[in-house]
């Protein structure tokens, strides 16, 4: 909504809007800027989403209607989807095991850390993304970097690592840890 609705204008907003949307953003009025303390690779993996969601409500939005809502929850649930796919795929094409174990250890991984918590109930955080982002650079390393021809996935697999630290710095021991395990 920045971006699309305002600009990064702090003129165009009316200011109670951080505080109704949780303190997200401030309003810098002496420069007229929208200031955010987030990253934006979350921002850009939602993007298709909040794309459907202005085309459902064109014209008739400040950018944070129900439909808005919606599909960043929609992100959430098909971030965590997708990426459980693609470690599934990794995982079995990585060490093939009975049909039965990647259902069970995608289950274990999914419920048995906070990764369905931040797709069900905090999918605008940056961390389902970042499962996401990781699952992504690890399926791409197992099914293409580990052969002689990479193709296009060694591209996925450095664009994911460097989505992982544009969507939260902080991840940068997560792509160090990748590395050092590739």
Not at 138 to 149: D, E, F, K, M
Request: net charge positive; glycine share 8%; aromatic share 20%.
């Amino acid at each position: 909504p920045c971006l699309f609705h305002y600009h990064f204008r702090a003129s165009t907003v009316d200011p109670e809007l951080p505080t109704k949307v949780g303190h997200g953003f401030s309003l810098d009025t002496t420069s007229d800027r929208i200031v955010t303390k987030y990253f934006y690779g979350t921002s850009v993996l939602q993007l298709p989403f909040y794309a459907l969601a202005e085309c459902y409500s064109w014209g008739t939005t400040d950018g944070f209607t129900f439909a808005h809502l919606r599909a960043v929850e929609a992100a959430g649930i098909f971030y965590w989807i997708f990426g459980l796919l693609l470690l599934g795929m990794a995982l079995h094409r990585l060490m093939p095991a009975a049909a039965w174990v990647a259902p069970v250890a995608l289950g274990a991984i999914s419920f048995g850390s906070n990764v369905f918590y931040y797709a069900q109930r905090q999918p605008g955080f940056s961390h389902i993304y970042s499962f996401f982002l990781l699952c992504l650079a690890i399926w791409c390393w197992v099914t293409g970097l580990r052969s002689a021809n990479p193709g296009w996935r060694l591209y996925g697999f450095h664009l994911a690592c460097a989505l992982i630290i544009w969507t939260r710095p902080v991840n940068a021991i997560d792509f160090r840890a990748l590395y050092v395990w590739l």
